[in-house]
C-alpha cells in the first residue's frame, strides 16, 4: 500500500487555516539570519507576534538590556526585509534561544576564589568611580561585577585561571 505525499496538501491547509499574525511570524523566523545577519541572530529569535506585539526571545538579560537600546534598528531592519509588515511594538524577553544540540552544553560557573573575587570587585569599583551620580554609580557597580563575573567583561581580558 503507497501512502499520498501530504506535504502539498498540509502545507494548502496552513496556508488556508493560518492567521496573518502566523504566517509573518514563520516568515520572520525563517529569514532571522538574513534580516539580522552575526551575533544578534545568534543571541536572539522571534518568539512570537499578535495584535501588532512581536516578541523577541534573548538568551539573557544582558542581550535584553543591550537590544532594547537597538529597537530602532530591529524595526528599520524588518521592515526593510517586509515592506509589507505594519508598524509593530517591540518587546524582549529572556528566554532561552539555543538548543544544547547546536551549540553543546550550557557552560558551568566556575567557583572564585576569594583572592580573584576581590579583584573583580576592584575593577568593577574602577569601571563605576567614572560615574558621578552616587544612585548611578552603585548600579554601575553592580551592572560592572555582573559582567565581569560572567565572564562578559565590558572589553577586559579574561582573568588568567592560575591562583
Same mark, same amino acid.
Given at each position: 500500500?503507497?501512502? #499520498?505525499?501530504?506535504?502539498?496538501? #498540509?502545507?494548502?491547509?496552513?496556508?488556508?487555516?493560518?492567521?496573518?499574525?502566523?504566517? @509573518?511570524? +514563520?516568515?520572520?523566523?525563517?529569514?532571522?539570519k538574513?534580516?539580522?545577519?552575526? &551575533?544578534?541572530?545568534?543571541?536572539?529569535?522571534?518568539?512570537?507576534?499578535?495584535?501588532?506585539?512581536?516578541?523577541? +526571545?534573548?538568551?539573557?538579560?544582558?542581550?535584553?538590556? %543591550? =537590544?532594547? @537600546?537597538?529597537e530602532?534598528?530591529?524595526?528599520?531592519?524588518?521592515?526593510r526585509?517586509?515592506p !509589507? +509588515?505594519? !508598524?509593530? #511594538?517591540?518587546? =524582549?524577553?529572556?528566554? $532561552? #534561544?539555543?538548543? %544544547?544540540?547546536?551549540?553543546?552544553?550550557?557552560?558551568? &560557573?566556575?567557583?572564585?576564589?576569594?583572592? $580573584?573575587? !576581590?579583584?573583580?570587585?576592584?575593577?568593577? *569599583?574602577k569601571?563605576?568611580?567614572?560615574?558621578?551620580?552616587?544612585?548611578? *554609580?552603585e548600579?554601575?557597580?553592580? =551592572?560592572?561585577?555582573?559582567?565581569?563575573?560572567?565572564? !562578559?567583561?565590558?572589553? =577586559? &581580558?579574561? %582573568?588568567?585561571?592560575? &591562583?
Amino acid at each position: 500500500m503507497a501512502f #499520498t505525499d501530504l506535504g502539498s496538501m #498540509t502545507r494548502t491547509l496552513a496556508l488556508q487555516w493560518a492567521s496573518k499574525d502566523d504566517l @509573518f511570524l +514563520a516568515a520572520l523566523r525563517r529569514d532571522w539570519k538574513r534580516c539580522f545577519p552575526g &551575533p544578534v541572530s545568534d543571541h536572539s529569535r522571534p518568539w512570537s507576534y499578535s495584535r501588532n506585539i512581536l516578541v523577541i +526571545a534573548v538568551d539573557s538579560p544582558l542581550h535584553r538590556k %543591550e =537590544f532594547s @537600546f537597538l529597537e530602532p534598528q530591529f524595526r528599520q531592519a524588518i521592515q526593510r526585509l517586509f515592506p !509589507e +509588515a505594519p !508598524e509593530m #511594538t517591540i518587546r =524582549f524577553r529572556v528566554q $532561552r #534561544t539555543r538548543s %544544547e544540540k547546536e551549540f553543546g552544553p550550557r557552560r558551568v &560557573p566556575i567557583p572564585l576564589s576569594g583572592n $580573584r573575587l !576581590e579583584k573583580i570587585e576592584e575593577k568593577a *569599583r574602577k569601571i563605576a568611580e567614572n560615574i558621578s551620580d552616587p544612585n548611578r *554609580r552603585e548600579a554601575a557597580y553592580r =551592572f560592572a561585577l555582573v559582567c565581569l563575573i560572567r565572564g !562578559e567583561a565590558l572589553g =577586559f &581580558p579574561r %582573568e588568567s585561571s592560575s &591562583p
